[in-house]
């Protein structure tokens, strides 16, 4: 008897000790550490496509090329309240949340829209940000097209995976969708006539007009922003909550002293400065 019930004792004991070493290795790998990592590298990589003006743009300064604008000054203010230093990654759009996904950059800022289909791969920060879109034009068409169906059959270019891509197809679709990875490049293609018009955000547009007075024009078309497609916050992975909890508290003290305000114009004075 004595030596079946230390059997069971001793059966019971290695069940209890097997679970522990269970729930223990769940609760590691199930710990956030997505802020804490980023403080003990002392760096904060942010993955971002800098051809979209007044958010993200290239400029020589002092013989050497630098990417500024809004969202990296929002970027450098997340930094800072972190205590890390800031890197920035520049690739296509259309690879930026793979680029996050794979782990090879900690944060996504590029104008980027939190749209419901983007939720379902990664996680957002609150809004920085709340944008339109409009159909920008070269300048001999500013009063050509009022309507959507005055641009039946053209050429209307949008970035590739972008919600100007969406809009274009729901809204414009009598017209022939080019998309292009690189925005720089459908400007340019409107430009040189090659494309009618570019379905992009009103800040941009305006930016562009501001700059090129005498190429580019926004259009009459009447455009419309869905409520889940007009704010633009910082991704990160999925389940990071340590980092969006700590993200989100530098763009709360942004909002509420106004320095959010005040980098955007200092971005589009820049873009002036280096156009």
Do not use: W
Request: hydrophobic residues 40%; positive net charge.
């Amino acid at each position: 008897m004595k030596i079946k019930t230390l059997k069971k004792l001793l059966g019971f004991a290695t069940v209890a000790l097997l679970g522990g070493l269970v729930l223990t290795g769940c609760g590691k790998s199930n710990a956030d550490n997505s802020l804490k990592n980023i403080q003990n590298k002392k760096e904060l990589v942010v993955g971002t496509s800098a051809d979209y003006p007044p958010f993200e743009f290239q400029i020589v300064k002092n013989g050497h090329k630098q990417i500024v604008g809004y969202d990296l000054m929002v970027a450098q203010a997340v930094a800072k309240d972190m205590g890390v230093k800031l890197k920035v990654v520049n690739t296509e759009f259309p690879s930026l949340i793979s680029e996050l996904q794979d782990k090879k950059v900690d944060i996504v800022m590029a104008g980027m829209v939190s749209t419901p289909q983007r939720k379902k791969a990664v996680d957002f920060s609150k809004s920085y940000y709340t944008v339109k879109n409009v159909l920008l034009v070269k300048k001999a068409d500013a009063d050509k097209y009022n309507t959507a169906a005055s641009l039946k059959g053209k050429s209307i270019g949008a970035q590739q995976s972008t919600t100007q891509e969406t809009i274009a197809k729901k809204q414009l679709s009598a017209a022939n969708l080019v998309t292009e990875a690189n925005f720089t490049s459908l400007t340019s293609e409107l430009k040189n006539g090659t494309l009618t018009g570019v379905v992009t955000e009103t800040e941009i547009a305006d930016n562009l007009v501001s700059t090129y007075p005498d190429k580019y024009a926004v259009a009459k078309v009447p455009l419309t922003t869905p409520k889940e497609d007009a704010q633009i916050n910082i991704a990160m992975q999925k389940n990071s909550p340590a980092l969006k909890k700590q993200i989100n508290k530098t763009i709360t003290k942004l909002q509420k002293n106004g320095q959010l305000d005040k980098m955007f114009k200092k971005a589009q004075q820049l873009q002036l400065e280096y156009k």
